[in-house]
């Protein structure tokens, strides 16, 4: 089945671990981005990679890191420098960033900091 | 940048009841326009989506709707809700900005309560 991934579906951590959110792709997607949603807030973008190699600071970037190594995964570390990192992570993919182009979502990553 | 409203953060309704959700953006050049939807427990998925043409559209389990450019509203709407349309919905947009191509700018959310 083709779709996006994301591992683990709860993740728990202390205060001041660093933790990283795994997203796969079997989609073939360029771009690929991470949401945070909170309640009430709608979805903030974090991240986004329109290339391998290549990623862009979304609206809320600061306390976390990534990579983009390969083309299907995007893996988004949160450090020990974000605030208030308890929420849930969303990951998507699309194809290369054109704005005629659908975001299809991973089913989320629920991280508590405990 | 672009900013995307949703005016009703919580909407009940009875089965059978007519349901508008509005949206208002922003941003004064080309636009695309999304509405997602998040079931309890599911992954976020597209309902719709304008990107040119009618400015009336249909997408899946009924729903609908209309691109305003003259009010920058994308509302959402379907003639008769059911108890299984209870979710969140999301009004989402992007433009042809270079700087951002590609991004999506998302509403805070309406929580949609379906009584049956």
């Known amino acids: 089945d083709g779709g996006i991934t994301q591992s683990p579906k709860y993740l728990f951590r202390k205060e001041g671990q660093n933790v990283t959110l795994s997203c796969e792709q079997n989609?073939?997607?360029?771009?690929m981005y991470w949401y945070r949603q909170d309640p009430g807030q709608g979805l903030r973008l974090i991240y986004y990679s329109q290339i391998v190699n290549d990623f862009q600071k979304g609206d809320i970037a600061e306390g976390y890191s990534v990579s983009r190594e390969k083309k299907e995964s995007f893996p988004l570390t949160v450090t020990s420098a974000q605030k208030n990192p308890t929420a849930f992570y969303l990951c998507?993919?699309?194809?290369?960033?054109?704005?005629?182009?659908?975001?299809?979502f991973g089913p989320g990553t629920r991280l508590t900091v405990l | 940048a672009q900013s995307v409203s949703q005016h009703n953060h919580h909407v009940i309704l009875s089965e059978a009841a007519s349901l508008e959700l509005g949206c208002n953006y922003s941003?004064?050049?080309?636009?695309?326009l999304f509405w997602y939807v998040q079931y309890p427990g599911q992954h976020l998925q597209l309902l719709l989506k304008?990107?040119?043409?009618?400015?009336l559209v249909k997408g899946i389990k009924g729903f609908e709707a209309e691109f305003i450019k003259s009010k920058f509203s994308f509302n959402l709407r379907k003639p008769s809700v059911q108890w299984s349309d209870t979710a969140e919905y999301f009004c989402?947009?992007?433009?042809?900005?270079?700087?951002?191509?590609?991004?999506?700018?998302f509403g805070r959310g309406t929580q949609l309560t379906v009584w049956p």
């Open positions: 989402a947009v992007n433009d042809d900005r270079g700087s951002t191509l590609g991004r999506l700018y």
């Open positions: 998507a993919s699309s194809w290369t960033g054109s704005r005629y182009n659908e975001q299809f």
């Open positions: 304008y990107f040119s043409g009618d400015p």
């Open positions: 941003y004064g050049g080309t636009v695309n």
């Open positions: 989609l073939n997607h360029d771009a």
